[in-house]
């Protein structure tokens, strides 16, 4: 079974800290996509980054960052300086390789507040 | 470029009634995806819809039902409409199958 796990529900940071957010899945797939989205309160989803199985190579963009380790399953988001603005729920989400959908699984979400 | 757009952003339906929502993909997507996300909880897939034909259907009552159009513009159909169905429905389009998923802002429904 496929399945993305968010155990952080919610996260309060003063502005400029850095934060970590955990994501660990589980699937019996070989290949598969691993994905962050985020979502401010207008609801809308916003596409942060995607990475495939077979690439652990960590990415940087910015002020944020990945690491993808197969071998513990996880695959955690960094913001480093925090703003204001980072303030929202962010899910990961994992999908299948290579199917004829694009499916997307979810996790619960992290609530990330950050305090001026 | 447009977004992804759905319509209406809100809308309150009364129990066992009937509610259809509106997605109209990026232009150039062939790909649409609905999705269900009730307070609270990350979004559930319901279907998803490639080059008109149904690709996959998530764990969805019958009662939910959804078309593509030659255009790739997608809506979805709930019948007898329950009070647990209140939720935001997200629509998603892809240029293909397995790329990343893009999102519009919702249609929040409100059954009362």
């Known amino acids: 079974a496929q399945k993305v796990t968010q155990a952080q529900t919610e996260i309060s940071v003063v502005e400029k800290e850095d934060v970590t957010l955990d994501c660990v899945y589980e699937?019996?797939?070989?290949?598969?996509?691993l994905f962050w989205y985020k979502q401010p309160p207008s609801g809308e989803l916003v596409f942060l980054i995607r990475?495939?199985?077979?690439?652990?190579q960590n990415e940087i963009s910015g002020r944020y960052s990945w690491n993808f380790q197969k071998s513990t399953s996880s695959f955690n988001f960094t913001i480093t300086a925090s703003q204001v603005v980072d303030s929202a729920v962010y899910f990961c989400a994992l999908s299948f390789y290579g199917g004829a959908t694009n499916k997307l699984i979810f996790g619960t979400g992290t609530l990330l507040a950050v305090q001026p | 470029d447009a977004g992804v757009t759905q319509s209406p952003t809100h809308l309150i339906k009364t129990r066992g009634q009937h509610v259809t929502l509106r997605c109209s993909p990026i232009?150039?997507?062939?790909?649409v995806s609905w999705y269900q996300q009730v307070l609270g909880q990350g979004p559930q897939f319901i279907f998803q819809y490639y080059e008109k034909e149904e690709r996959g259907r998530g764990n969805f009552p019958d009662r939910f039902s959804a078309r593509q159009f030659p255009n790739y513009s997608s809506e979805l159909n709930v019948n007898a409409l329950l009070l647990g169905d209140s939720a935001l429905y997200l629509c998603?389009?892809?240029?293909?199958?397995?790329?990343?998923?893009?999102f519009g802002q919702g249609t929040r429904l409100t059954v009362v």
């Open positions: 990475r495939n199985s077979f690439d652990e």
């Open positions: 699937t019996r797939d070989t290949t598969y996509y």
């Open positions: 232009s150039g997507h062939k790909s």
């Open positions: 998603a389009s892809s240029p293909d199958r397995g790329t990343e998923a893009f």
